[in-house]
């Protein structure tokens, strides 16, 4: 072998698997390989999961494509379309197909998918009896209906149901035969499938159900004419799909002689026993498990790609599936044990006359299960607690009404995506409706939110509308999608480690800087993106607030330029007012500055306090310099307000200080950078006219001293704050909220709320940490206040002419003349 | 017509950084990147004409900070699946000094 030449790819199966495993290949190594791919079908990579909407009539072939033959070409990717592969030579590494065209190989990638099961009965090779797997067959279908009546289809799952309703919209008069007491049953229990059942007999389905096949008969013209059951009876039939199963694909692999046992079996590296060989998809046996829906196939792609790129790096462990049938107006999800058995306990919720049902199977605390009909608006939240395995011992008592009754603002409270028209909007930020992005969902092939959210925007900004848009793409591809797993979740796409890895290793390997950092977790991407860096330069600035010198490059415009940038680019400026207290000598001075820096609108807030909008950026340094006033940091992520009610000074119904406590609190945490904002309240009695219980520290008093909440938020999604602990003292205020929030600064992932992060780890762990150890509640409060104690007012420092290039452009004096006027 | 016209030193422009030139053609936003390149695009974003200038600079490109569009220094385009472009114009470094050409 010559070095100049590149390694060989040769891929066997030019379907889902195969090929999404390229792409990935492609995107972490482009010029590895040199790829030859083989495709017993006479198309591209199209999306099988959508054949069911070509069938009904929804979509068309074209728009199911997910690589044309282009594509293969752009990508200097050899391409043999229409040639299966029928030998493959371990020995000289080299694969012949049918009609003799070779390829060699150095390393083999089989996706050769399933092979759809046939009932081994008389008739089962008649014209006229198909299965539903490929285009081919999609046609032959759409070809039936529009020259026959009759319509059989074997097998009450996904697939045969899938099909049944695609023929009948196509006009046919369809029979589903299930051998099985109900549909889908290993997706649905007996009640939900008998709701099923009862949606598609209203759309004109017909079902037998507990019948045997026995005989397909041959008709005069030599086309099947019925079926045949056990029990005697018959049914004229002028097509019959199957739809009993599959099996996978493995008679090439066990002719070359690789181990399979019901698939190609393959490690956790997608590996088969001939380590030069790869395997991917539904052909594939992992653990012992063959899997049948996308979304795990794209993980094992995901996988395989890390290894044939040789970085050696990820490990497929197995995936928990879910279920959705794509069939219009019939919504039900399904996931992991819905059952139940010994030692799980369930939780039903049932209005069968409602078409309603939801059930949900419990076990040591934890979902393992579940199947939703009729509302499936919750099946991505639950699908999510069951995969990270969440302890939802709190979350209990609201668990059936949803997270979506939990408070969303900005889709007119809408939580069932399945009823919305397409011309209603679903991201009211970023005004996308729900056709949008059902069409680019399905146009561009999507499969992920974030691909979703790359493409529409929808979701991208204030992130509520993601629970709809996650079950826009549910009802859309189906099974194929996959809520991602927030147990572990990388930085971003420049790393695989997770925000806990690499916090970890900052504080334990002693990385003092961004660069440092990215080079020991080998960085991606030269300097990094938009999302790690802010991250980085906040992990690092926790970790080591004495040593490290934060990098104002790595922050957002707002925390560069310490004030919030507009929509025109000019900025807005919010001194702290500390509490919500002020003087007349403060308002004058806003009022001046107002007034002579033309200041267009002024605007109290919701903070309690005074926005100044519209100041153009390099007004801003005499801006602060004028008022003479701490920033009030509300651009950051960072400490926001102290919200506070008047209290006990002169409110007749109060029994705290909350104004003072509120100041102290304020004065206390200024300056604070934390993963994401921060915001607290205090309140005097328990009227809370401050609002406490919705912010990350709520504070309100009692009679007999202070009530602390925490984790409360009332921004995008309302949530009520959950009780802490109840202290007599202000200081104990100090000292629990404190702590509080260092546990937060120090734990929680950059841009997490509060709230995310105690959902994540669990208010349990937040009071074994907090109220149990006093000791270490003590430290935490010390390191905050070390943390603090140095940190320099960024306005005054500015306004001393720190960072004077970032505030002043650059002026043409004359035509040829430029100067870089640092000061007039 | 080309005419280069000397701005500033370039360490006046932080590294993954830029400065804003107020131009007759507009504002012109003149990035550095971490290997020391300059480039000059006009300063309005593709999307919805936000100040690049005031974006995360990375690699040879700059994020928005008005709604994360992600833009190529060295031609203005978005980087997809985005779409649009904004202007560029060239800029060079020679002794130290950094020189950007309108026409
Ligand atoms: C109608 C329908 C609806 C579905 N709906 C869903 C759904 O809603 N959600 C979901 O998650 N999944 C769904 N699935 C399943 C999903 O499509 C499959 O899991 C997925 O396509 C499997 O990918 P694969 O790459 O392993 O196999 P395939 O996509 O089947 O690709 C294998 C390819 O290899 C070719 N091939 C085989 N042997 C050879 C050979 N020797 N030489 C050359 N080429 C060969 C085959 O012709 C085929 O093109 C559906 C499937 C069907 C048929
Ligand atoms: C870029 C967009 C945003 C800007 C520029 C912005 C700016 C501000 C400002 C300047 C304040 C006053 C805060 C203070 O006095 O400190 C404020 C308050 C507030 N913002 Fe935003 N905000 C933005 C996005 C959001 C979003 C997305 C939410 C919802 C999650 C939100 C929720 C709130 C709430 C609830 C308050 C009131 C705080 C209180 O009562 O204590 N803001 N915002
Ligand atoms: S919360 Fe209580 S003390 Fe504070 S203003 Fe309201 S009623 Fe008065
Ligand atoms: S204006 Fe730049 S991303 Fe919207």
Known sequence: MTTTKKTRLVVIGNGMAGIRTLEELLKLAPDMYDITVFGAEPHGNYNRILLSPVLAGEMTIKDIMLNDVDWYAQNGITLHLNKTVTQIDRVRRKVIAADGTEADYDRLLLSTGSNPFMLPVPGKDLPGVISYRDIKDTDEMIEAASRYRHAVVIGGGLLGLEAANGLKLRGMDVTVVHLMPWLMERQLDRTAAGLLQKSLEAKGLKFLLEKQTEELVKGESGRICAVKFKDGETLPADLVVMAVGIRPNTGLAETAGLYCNRGVVVNDTMQTYDPRIYAVGECVSHRGIAYGLVAPLFEQAKVCANHLAQLGISRYTGSVTSTKLKVTGIDLFSAGDFIGGEGTEEIVLSDPSGGMYKKLVIKDDKIVGGVLYGDTADGSWYFQLLRDGQNIRELRGRLMSGQSHLGNSGHQGQNNAASMPDEMEVCGCNGVCKGTIVKAIKEKGLFTLEEVRKHTKASSSCGSCTGLVEQILASTIGGAYQPVDTSRKPLCGCTDYTHEEIRKAIVERKLKSIPEAMGFFEWRNVNGCASCRPALNYYLLCAWPYDYRDDPQSRFINERAHANIQKDGSYSVVPRIYGGVTTPAQLKRIAEVAEKYAVPTLKITGGQRIDLLGVKKEDLPKVWADLDMPSGFAYGKSIRTVKTCVGSEWCRFGVQDSTSLGIALEKALDRMWAPHKVKLAVSGCPRNCAEATIKDVGIVGVDSGWEIYVAGNGGIKAEVSLFLVKVKSAEEVMEYASAFIQLYREEARYLDRTVHWVQRVGMDYVKKRIVADATGRKALHERLKDALCDEKDPWQERVRGAEAQEFMPIRFQSKNHVSGDTHE | ?103
């Not at chain 2, 005419?3 to 830029?18: A, D, H, K």
Request: hydrophobic share 35%.
């Open chain 2, 1 to 103: 017509m080309s005419e280069w016209i000397r701005i500033c030193p370039l360490e006046e422009i932080p590294r993954l950084g830029s400065r804003v030139v107020q131009t007759v053609k507009g504002d012109v936003a003149v990035f550095r990147n971490g290997s020391d390149e300059v480039f000059a695009l006009r300063d309005q974003c593709p999307h919805k004409g936000g100040p690049l200038s005031q974006g995360i600079v990375f690699d040879r490109k700059v994020t928005c900070p008005l709604h994360g569009w992600t833009v190529q220094l060295d031609s203005g385009e978005a980087v997809a699946p985005d779409c649009g472009c904004t202007h560029r114009y060239r800029a060079r470094v020679d002794k130290g000094e950094v020189y950007l050409n309108l026409s």
